[in-house]
């Protein structure tokens, strides 16, 4: 067993070889393909900094020039298919992570990178997660697939701000193919879980915080292509609590087109789900535990209900089917933090809608470790294709690290309270103990 960890084909190093080749060879060209494992290479090397030229000093210290050109080329220049490469990532990790389970949920969500200047391409003054707050950055869309031991990026597109999309001089000096229009992040996020579906990609409960919950739009189209979600809302979206909705239309006079929309009135009215949440009654509210933290087990109350969204239903001949209100409102507490809509079905468990809904900081943990381990953020470069390339190669290469800790079992921390205290015998004095008075 020894001979073959440290000289037989299953070593690391040999395991590394064989995942980059497979990745590569969608890139065609040999050269370009030695270059693109080069690159990743580089990502996963020690380092503070992993733009090209720290990369390519500690490639090849002794050819720095020579690299650093290969490795621009590579991701800056070279036309390969970033969809493709992702394919073959998705090809080569699923397999690993699938051994813990079965895909249990598709994860969107979007990122942000501050950047000084306004040539970078889809740089512009918008809301930087990173920063907490409106400033100078680029965002990108994302989906990824998980379940309740790993996760993997498999979709990543710049969000091109309207400024940018409207601006054909600033988009060709930037690389950005003719296609690509203004598209809001949902719209980009919907395509990314249309184009998995007809990738033939194990399906999962759609995750998302509240910029994307919140629409709409986005909900109805993430049903239409029969997915499950369970998405984050603002606490000032409006709904209709249970047993309430809206008017039917009214009676017809008989002259005219019969009325076909729903109606309010001063007495019927939806509400916030703030005052919904802070109106229900002490046992509307349960304890559940989804997860062991850093240092403890991470568990909330939680209130779950059936009701309607009222968002623009008075344009509707129909009320908007019936789906779960999740409500999160910590002990202690002074008010709720937390709301998502869900179209589980409706004999769904609170605990598993309570599983999915906080299933969705594994992206968070894949965007803190591409950004600090990988260097997502790093890329200097200004165009389209470099910005993605850099992308989609930075996935590859945390694809490796997925797959790799998939080798081993989930690691369950052993603590002192899971550890039953046996009684000592009757009489019992340790060697040493003083002698009792």
Not at 194 to 208: E, K
Not at 215 to 228: H, K, N, S, Y
Not at 322 to 329: G, Q, R, T, V
Request: charged share 25%; proline share 9%; hydrophobic share 40%.
């Amino acid at each position: 067993m020894t001979q073959e960890r440290t000289t037989g084909p299953r070593t690391g190093d040999a395991r590394f070889a064989a995942y980059l080749a497979a990745i590569a060879a969608v890139l065609g060209d040999v050269r370009r393909a030695a270059s693109a494992r080069a690159y990743c290479t580089g990502l996963l090397l020690p380092g503070e900094r992993k733009s090209i030229e720290p990369m390519a000093a500690r490639i090849e210290p002794g050819r720095v020039q020579a690299k650093h050109q290969s490795l621009h080329h590579v991701v800056a220049k070279a036309e390969w298919d970033d969809a493709a490469v992702l394919a073959a990532v998705r090809a080569q990790v699923l397999p690993a992570i699938e051994r813990h389970g079965a895909i249990a949920y598709w994860i969107i969500d979007d990122t942000s990178f501050p950047k000084q200047g306004p040539h970078s391409v889809g740089v512009a003054r918008q809301y930087c997660g990173q920063l907490g707050k409106q400033d100078n950055c680029q965002v990108a869309v994302s989906l990824s697939v998980a379940n309740d031991h790993a996760s993997l990026p498999i979709a990543y597109r710049l969000y091109l701000p309207e400024t940018w999309a409207e601006d054909p001089i600033r988009c060709a000096k930037a690389g950005v193919p003719e296609e690509i229009t203004f598209e809001t992040k949902t719209a980009i996020a919907l395509a990314q879980l249309c184009q998995a579906l007809a990738d033939g990609v194990p399906v999962g409960t759609v995750l998302g915080d509240a910029g994307y919950g919140d629409e709409t739009e986005f909900r109805v189209g993430v049903d239409a292509l029969g997915l499950r979600y369970v998405l984050g809302v603002r606490p000032g979206t409006t709904v209709w609590p249970p047993g309430t909705g809206p008017l039917p239309p009214a009676p017809w006079s008989g002259r005219g087109r019969p009325p076909s929309r729903l109606r309010r009135s001063p007495e019927n009215q939806p509400v916030a789900l703030k005052p919904l949440a802070e109106s229900l009654p002490p046992r509307a509210w349960r304890t559940v535990t989804w997860r062991e933290g850093t240092q403890t087990e991470l568990s909330s109350r939680f209130a779950a209900l059936r009701m309607r969204p009222a968002h623009r239903d008075i344009l509707r001949s129909e009320p908007w089917p019936e789906e779960w209100l999740l409500i999160e409102w910590p002990e202690g507490a002074d008010e709720p933090s937390k709301y998502w809509f869900s179209n589980l079905p409706a004999r769904t468990a609170l605990k598993r809608l309570v599983y999915a809904a906080k299933a969705r900081w594994r992206i968070e943990r894949d965007y803190q470790e591409l950004k600090q381990e990988i260097g997502l953020g790093h890329y200097e470069g200004r165009g389209w294709r470099g910005f993605h390339h850099h992308a989609s190669l930075c996935v590859a290469a945390y694809g490796f690290l997925v797959a790799e800790r998939c080798l081993f079992p989930p690691h369950h921390r052993f603590t002192h309270e899971r550890i039953e205290t046996l009684a000592l015998p009757r009489g019992f004095e340790p060697r040493g103990a003083p002698c009792p008075a």
